[in-house]
């Protein structure tokens, strides 16, 4: 059999059967071979038990997406094949538990029984290596080398004598399990492995990109799916001379950070859509206050508690909209992992340029995405210092001082002659409450007013034409991936279709927006929300005609999917 360039692969099961934990291994081991790869899981949102799957597509050359049809399927229990059966390709294989799982008989002639659990208990003494098992046996129907596998157990396993042989012997296991299926699906190697590559999450790539851009103090409260962040900067930050603290709540965790940016410092806090509901006043302070500070806000379903561990788009009218009152503030949505590192230096770029809070939007899928990227060059890193009042004397030290570009000079404690108060209710140029019409509308027209530049200056996602004639594409964040793959499948069908991704939501680029438009037949908005946030945005800033494609069953779109909704109306 030839070798391909790309393989999908899908492991489901129980969550505590070590799924995402085999996934992980995989998509490891794959990175380390110089493979790129892309993942996307989901699991439930009890601490265990429930259905949860881990999808991986690993490739020779760059890819963008999880995939669609799966290649490969593994089911760990008979739940497994129930609820992944249909997400099989037409040439997909099966592996199976064989001791947990019946497949119906028109499937049989492309499955194979795995004994996973048998293995299991035979090499280990308990169930434990099962996962392991199972990783052995997707190694060996992909033809992919276990050295770097079984690197990883030996590290993982070092303090516990006897675990890392025994699951390398399951893993050995495993792979002969599957040996009538040896090479179904043979990869291309890699050219050469890249020396500048590392695997990373979403959440990582935030959190090294805020180290990056000289944050000081962070301050969160754990919650699905932003928690990775505040634990991975609860190691690290402190190594570089910083501060993390685990608050009691989503409303104490913002309030440290005001205040901690307040003292001087570079400050930010992460949460899911129900925190963010809970920071809401707090938003509308730091805007009034006009204090510098950073929210990343990782998507998952809502209303309410919702769908946890599921992704979904749809706190963009929260973002840009959720405080009462009208307080300025920014909002960004990074279109990939790689650009979850340059997003959030950004954002502090613009917090403390403009003195704003601003708020950085991802998404369950993005936010606990595995993908190769480039490792970032973090000395060519531009970073932006808040304008202080340093050198100013005391009786000409106005905080918020009407200036030209609006932004004014922000007193830090300690400072000579820097004293002022920050406070929430309307104020003067001194920063003394003040209640007329005159002192409220020009406060407003300063604090809003001094974001306009970001308009025409923001960075922008595209891919494709510049001013596509058939179709535009616009969206915003991690649907970037998928709408890419399939720009490129339509031009190779002759079609002159692009796509438009703001990366700074609020405020909008809307002039640059229908520039890009202005020759399209059709303009379709994609995203993962009920009502089409972002269609609604753009009817509103533009008036643009368009097609609203949204949806909110907690998945990602595929390339597939996109590529149809303009295919069929071809070949129609």
Aim: glycine share 10%; with cysteine; aromatic share 8%.
């Amino acid at each position: 059999m030839s070798a391909r360039h790309s393989v999908v692969v899908r492991l489901a099961g129980e969550s505590g059967e070590g799924v995402i934990s085999s996934g992980d291994l995989l998509t490891q081991a794959a990175a380390r071979g110089g493979y790129s790869t892309q993942t996307f899981r989901t699991f439930p949102a009890e601490i265990k038990g429930g259905p949860c799957m881990y999808q991986f597509r690993l490739s020779d050359e760059p890819i963008w997406s999880h995939g669609k049809d799966v290649d490969l399927l593994v089911c760990f229990n008979q739940e497994a094949w129930d609820l992944n059966w249909d997400s099989l390709g037409a040439e997909g294989s099966i592996l199976y538990d064989v001791t947990e799982v019946t497949i119906p008989d028109e499937y049989l002639d492309r499955a194979r029984p795995v004994r996973m659990e048998e293995l299991a208990k035979e090499i280990g003494g308990s169930l434990r290596a099962k996962n392991m098992v199972a990783v052995g046996a997707v190694t060996g129907v992909i033809s992919f080398d276990t050295t770097p596998i079984e690197e990883l157990v030996l590290r993982r396993y070092a303090h516990k004598e006897g675990v890392a042989d025994a699951n390398i012997a399951a893993l050995h296991a495993g792979a002969d399990e599957a040996a009538d299926l040896k090479g179904r699906y043979p990869l291309v190697p890699p050219v050469e492995v890249e020396d500048d590559r590392m695997l990373i999450s979403g959440n990582q790539a935030i959190a090294v990109g805020a180290v990056a851009a000289g944050v000081n103090y962070f301050a969160g409260y754990p919650i699905t799916p932003a928690s990775d962040i505040l634990e991975w900067l609860s190691v690290r930050l402190p190594q570089t001379g910083g501060l993390t603290i685990q608050c009691e709540d989503e409303i104490a965790s913002l309030a440290s950070v005001i205040g901690a940016s307040y003292a001087g410092a570079k400050a930010m806090t992460a949460t899911s859509g129900p925190g963010l509901s809970l920071m809401g006043e707090l938003i509308g302070y730091a805007g009034t206050a006009e204090i510098p500070v950073v929210i990343v806000d990782a998507q998952r379903g809502g209303p309410s508690t919702g769908l946890p561990t599921k992704t979904e788009q749809s706190d963009l009218n929260q973002a840009l909209y959720g405080s009462h009152g009208e307080a300025p503030r920014v909002v960004i949505a990074p279109v990939s992992v790689e650009d979850c590192f340059y997003a959030t230096v950004e954002a502090f770029n613009y917090a403390e340029q403009y003195q704003v809070p601003v708020l950085l939007l991802t998404d369950q899928g993005l936010a606990t995405r595995l993908e190769v990227i480039h490792r970032p060059d973090t000395d060519a890193v531009e970073l932006v210092q808040r304008k202080t009042s340093a050198g100013i004397a005391r009786e000409d030290y106005k905080r918020y001082e009407y200036t030209p570009d609006s932004i004014s000079p922000m007193g830090i404690p300690g400072e000579p002659n820097g004293m002022y108060v920050a406070t929430g209710i309307e104020h003067n140029e001194y920063g003394h409450p003040g209640y007329t019409p005159e002192i409220h509308t020009g406060m407003q027209d300063k604090r809003l007013g001094k974001l306009e530049p970001i308009r025409g200056t923001s960075r922008v996602a595209t891919h494709g034409e510049d001013q596509p004639e058939d179709v535009a594409f616009i969206g915003f964040g991690s649907t970037f991936g998928p709408v890419r793959e399939a720009v490129d499948r339509l031009v190779e069908q002759g079609l002159s279709v692009g796509a438009f991704y703001p990366r700074v939501l609020g405020p909008f680029p809307a002039d640059r927006l229908e520039a890009f438009v202005a020759r399209a037949a059709r303009v379709i908005v994609p995203e993962v929300n009920y009502t089409g946030q972002l269609a609604r945005l753009i009817r509103a800033e533009t008036g643009i005609e368009l097609e609203s494609v949204a949806k909110c069953d907690g998945l990602p779109f595929t390339a597939e999917a996109i590529f149809d909704l303009v295919a069929q109306e071809v070949t129609a």
